[in-house]
């Protein structure tokens, strides 16, 4: 199970985070990843964690201003979150943007609201698709608690288009729990916020998320 | 062969092409739709055309301004383009669009650029999808002679998502021929709008565009 | 006082209201117009009512889908919104689209937020001007007696930038005596919506906000 | 006079340009700002350049994926560029882009198209604001020398609003020449790209810029 991290725009410590995290999935030999925003990109590799952005853009190098290009990202990150429900895409930039990536060496997590558009990111050629119905985002209701049919119908969905293509659950993990019964529905990651970015103790929030694996 | 005329926003009389498109579409027994802005929707349908809207609204009724909702084209129009090149959709509104217009009756085409994109819209389940390369459109070079590589992929790739999902073909048709050579790849549709929109005589540019049908 | 009512995207009967409004209208001798979706600006306007669109687009006549030109609305309309809060456009676009409404023969209306928007958007030249602090829209509750303030920060604003330019008052505008406050605070106008397309009697809302006048 | 850098997208070596950059300010006095994308913008204030963001978000701290906050640009970060062409914004989030900026401790820049969008966008409170006719962007051809009418309206424009608010000049500067016409039209400041950034010898393009200062 891969267990990703996405700091948003929250007002957390990312370097705190990360170095937390990075220790923690070499305890629990696990891994963990921390999305913290452009800006921190370098701090937070810095503390060795495997690091994610949170968007990269479609365009290659030349006249773009305020863009987050793939290659500028791939000095410090491993991979990339696309399609967040927070920073939804158009389809052209969605493939653009997973055809920069990977000719970036990034990997690509791309999110998508149902099934249905599970299998359609999934046709695009992503490493992964995380299934994130928007009604439970930030509830602390975990999709795979209160919505299996969804994950299944995800996994299912993905599997038909790509068997290759990994399937990941967010919206409301939370816990130890969330993250197991995750896996119970085949999907072979999370992806989370607030349970870890926003816990009084991150450390420990990332350490239970991953003790049942 | 669907025959698709986007009227865009050319300074054209939408009204007489519409009347000459129903007429040919009568004469030649063929199937002849005509996409004029949203403002000119009652007017076209007004003679009697098979009428398009150019894009519908992911929204449904509610505090939306500025909108074109699925509901209020659909007094007018039996069915609607969606994510044309010129007005690409974030994934999730083309999945919401293709929704709405279904629940008020209207028949989507769904437009991207590759076979990849055009295997991602098929999931969402539209009626049709039409696949144009951006570098072609305008250009009067069709990509079913120049790129029939292109139509043949998006051929494929549709019919390996969901093989009731009709393949058109768009960006550079304009003559008989190329309706033609579209359907020897398989194509059901042709895409097109200056070829007509811009031609001098839009009722013979018509009849030259079915003639071999 | 000029009497806008938006119908957005609501599920009311426009041309009804249209009726209702165009003889309220006549009854009271003062000036009320409807702003339909784009669909319906034709049958709107056939009422006789005055008729403005809810958006514009900044483009000419060209390879645009899924616009709505202002040409195109000129055939229907007396005038337009534009920026609306829930059509938010880029400053650039704002500019470029009370262009292309003027040279179409269209009066405009633009929204913004508050007093230091207000100055901005009458520096681009518009007929009129409207303040709607967004936390106001759809309550019900009046800017004019919320709000007083930015309502005579709007006036200010706009009469030091460009005398000429009318401002109009939106957000929880339902009421005769709201219209009144309007007034009192200077504004020249007001913007509604769900107080008259979502009353039970359109014609009585209308005629209760014109009654005071 | 201030010389603000874009590095754009531009694939050329941001650190280096930016050493060059603190050593050409220091060496002729003259102030010298590095624009460069979000994910170096540590790397390049590292270097004790004056550093400048090319865009910031409109959000504050919270659930917001993919957006580049005032308060993580802030840092590393002295300023930010708002609305250049290449990423034109809203009003309303020029607004709040300004307010979040000044909120974080950022000098603001804002870009726009012609003396009416200055006007506008002065009446926003920024700390300057640049004038770049978006038809001249990349062309090597300075407004300043091909269309001062455009500079000295924006000055004037930018000094009826506001006189506290300087005016820089944008689009197609290259040369110490084009910086020396800029000031005589009462530019407090150029914005340029690819003259630098593009340069076979950044330094000497640098000390070229400046020499006449």
């Known amino acids: 199970m891969f267990v990703l991290v996405n700091l948003k ?15 923690v999935a070499t305890d629990a030999d696990a891994r963990i990843a921390v999305a913290p925003q452009a800006v921190d990109l370098a701090a937070v590799a810095e503390t060795g964690v495997e690091t994610f952005a949170q968007h990269v853009s479609p365009n290659g190098h030349g006249s773009h201003t305020g863009s987050t290009l793939a290659d500028a990202v791939a000095q410090y990150a491993d991979g990339t979150l696309l399609n967040h429900s927070e920073r939804r895409l158009r389809l052209a930039d969605i493939d653009a943007s997973i055809e920069a990536a990977h000719d970036a060496g990034l990997e690509t997590v ?28 930030g509830t602390g209701v975990s ?32 816990t130890g729990d969330d993250v197991l019964a995750a896996r119970d529905l085949d ?27």
């Open 110 to 137: 791309v999110c998508a609201n149902n099934p249905e558009q599970i299998a359609a990111v999934t046709a695009l050629g992503p490493d992964a698709v995380a299934v994130e119905p928007p009604e439970l985002i």
């Open 143 to 174: 999709v795979a608690s209160a919505d299996p049919d969804i994950v299944e119908g995800a996994v299912a969905a993905a599997g038909d288009v790509d068997p290759s293509v990994d399937v990941f659950c967010g919206a409301g993990i939370s």
């Open 187 to 213: 999907a072979r990651g999370v992806l989370l916020a607030s349970g870890v970015a926003k816990a009084d103790d991150p450390r420990a929030a990332l350490e239970a998320l991953v003790a049942g694996l």
């Open 9 to 23: 725009a929250y007002d957390c410590d990312a370097v705190a985070i990360a170095e937390a995290a990075a220790e």
